[in-house]
């Protein structure tokens, strides 16, 4: 595996995906920029994994504020097939915290149990604040 950065990361992938990785905190950062497609969303979820893998991150901060909501379809394809596969690659669940708008917040509800941590969350601080929580379970697998 590679170094892992110690400044920020940064890379675009295509118009639709800003993702960063932040070692300050050790956090994959992923923006979404605008409404996508299924085909998309699969492109930028396997983005994400590709740099998680790089920089060995499994706490991921996704900002769906600037998208649509995912169809069920996709949804299910997240929880059913890329988090499993992505738990194998990273050796270990994801941490995947969702900021949303409050709107979506409302029209998504709670997030479909399934393997890793999945939570949304409408305010930064308190999303940043989970996903800390969350790597002190992964890096004490006891506490957890």
């Known amino acids: 595996m590679t170094a892992v950065p110690t400044s920020n990361y940064l890379q675009q992938e295509a118009d639709f995906l800003e993702l960063r990785y932040r070692p300050d905190v050790q956090l994959l950062v992923a923006r979404w ?3 996508v497609s299924g085909a998309e969303l699969r492109q930028g979820y396997y983005a994400m994994l590709r740099l998680a893998r790089e920089v060995n991150c499994a706490c991921w901060k996704v900002d769906l504020r600037s998208r649509n909501a995912p169809e069920e379809a996709d949804r299910n394809w997240v929880t059913a097939e890329f988090l499993p596969s992505a738990a194998l690659r990273l050796d270990g669940p994801v941490c995947l915290g969702y900021l949303l708008t409050p709107s979506l917040l409302a029209q998504l509800g709670t997030p479909t149990a399934g393997p890793g941590r999945v939570a949304f969350f409408s305010e930064e601080g308190s999303l940043t604040a989970w996903l800390m929580q969350c ?7 006891a506490a957890a």
Do not use: G, L
């Not at 790597?135 to 697998?141: G, I, R």
């Open 33 to 35: 920029r605008r409404p």
């Open 135 to 141: 790597q002190s379970c992964q890096a004490s697998p």
